[in-house]
């Protein structure tokens, strides 16, 4: 883990967008990730977060383990910045063969199968259209 990088406050001002992946604890995002965002205060304070746009995505170990409670929970988060959210909804046949979350990619712990890939490649892409829109 110590090879990964960590977002900053830095990256969160200077990126125009956010795809956010957080694994599940007990139906709301993992502890680090509330953390995380704790530190962000004096960016939401400055307006720094508003207008991002912003995806999400999850894991639990069992299929029905809080994954879209989890994802709601984020965008709730950055409702509270000002941000514009990008859920990927039913807008490619893709969500109708992942597992249909449309909030965001949800899935078990393991490696993403075909699937998976093509329906977080579709969120990704979604995301970037809509910065794209946003910030041309």
């Not at 991002?52 to 994802?71: D, F, L, R, Y």
Request: aromatic share 12%.
């Amino acid at each position: 883990m110590q090879d990964i990088p960590e977002a900053t406050l830095d990256d969160m001002e200077w990126a125009d967008g956010y795809f956010i992946s957080v694994p599940t604890r007990f139906g709301v995002p993992a502890s680090q990730f509330r953390a995380f965002v704790d530190t962000l205060g004096p960016l939401w304070q400055s307006g720094a977060l508003a207008n991002k746009v912003v995806t999400a995505t999850t894991s639990a170990q069992n299929p029905h383990g809080g994954q879209e409670t989890t994802i709601q929970s984020i965008y709730v988060t950055a409702m509270h910045w000002g941000a514009i959210i990008v859920a990927p909804g039913y807008a490619d046949p893709v969500k109708f063969e992942d597992g249909g979350n449309p909030y965001g990619y949800s899935c078990t712990p393991g490696p993403l199968d075909e699937t998976g890939k093509q329906s977080v490649a579709f969120q990704a892409r979604r995301l970037m259209e809509y910065a794209e829109k946003l910030y041309r």
